[in-house]
């Protein structure tokens, strides 16, 4: 995750227990910003979810709670036929997992979410997030909607409820492989547009926030001052076109967001890069490619793992040992990632922890490391 990321995601709040007001059939809570009517339990660990999910928003968006329409209301389906029919009934297109439906009135607008269904942890990031936006700006620029949706829509929540954030790079692939892109001006002041769509404002929205150059960052907040309600969705999405292109030109910030997409890799593209510069030799080049992809995906073992490879092989054998063993917490073949373990192990001198590590890479794997350890151990305990 690069330094912008980091100051919006890992300060986030997490539990609003004080901020809980139950009804007395535990039914219907009310939250700081939330109303929620669920069907059955869960109503609380929901109003957990999106208070948390509120104050993520609110660290770039930062809106007065006193301008917004609140409470936010929220109602929860325990049954998926209920749910569905509940969005036919409302004339709108099916969505899995949750909704945000908007209207006109207010007192009717309304979060709707499918407790039953599994997909409804994965979309309410980004249903919750329009539902926040459209609550302060009824009709923000269309760009600015799904693109900011797109990018929050990678947060998630752990087993343990604990809020996570990975890049969003879904649109990187298919914005690089457009022949002709639209000018920045044309994504700014879009009033439609369908999947592609959707990757090109969300790249905006990337380079706004992560360019690394402040003057982006900066207009960007000074643009979001000057939404509002009282405009139509064209008019918003010109005035804040206006602010954004005001700084350095459009010309200048056209070059500076090509530069930034084409600079940008995938976690696949990352890894490839860094097997190749290790298999070259090339031990910076494939430590950097690796290191990079720990930003965009925290959570995967491969890049951990060639990092003990690089480590092990400059004698750092802590390092070593502790790329390893993040390895396979997050999903390394145990047997390969205790096999290293153990060869790290042995080169520190630390004989009985060798020994540990390579009886546990075998009855891991007893035909791949079974024979290949014997020897090992019987050199190691020898001495």
Known sequence: MRNGERVLFFAVVLFFARALLFAADGAQIRTSHYEIVSDSGGAEQTGRRLEALFEVYNRVFMFDPAGGVLPLKVRVFADTEEYNSFVRSSLAPANPGALYLHYAQSDKRILLIDQSDAEALHSLPYQAFIQYLRSFVSRPP???QKGFAAFFSSLSFSPEGKLEYEENLGWLQVVKNMQNRPSLEDILLAEGGGQEYSSLACSLVSFLLNSGKEEYTRSLTDSLMILSSENTAAQNAS?????LLLGR?????????EQYVNSRRTFTQLIAEGQRAYSSGDKTGAELSFRAAIEVKHNHFVPYYYLGLLA????????????????????????IALYAMGINAAGAGKAQEAVDYLRRAAQASPAQYGQKTEKLISQLTSK
């Open 142 to 144: 269309l760009w600015m």
């Open 239 to 243: 005035a804040v076109s206006r602010r």
């Open 249 to 257: 030109g459009a010309e200048q910030i056209t070059r500076d967001y």
């Open 312 to 335: 092990y092989e400059a004698n750092k054998f802590d390092a070593a040992q502790e790329f390893y063993r993040t390895s396979l917490e997050n999903g390394a073949d145990p047997a």
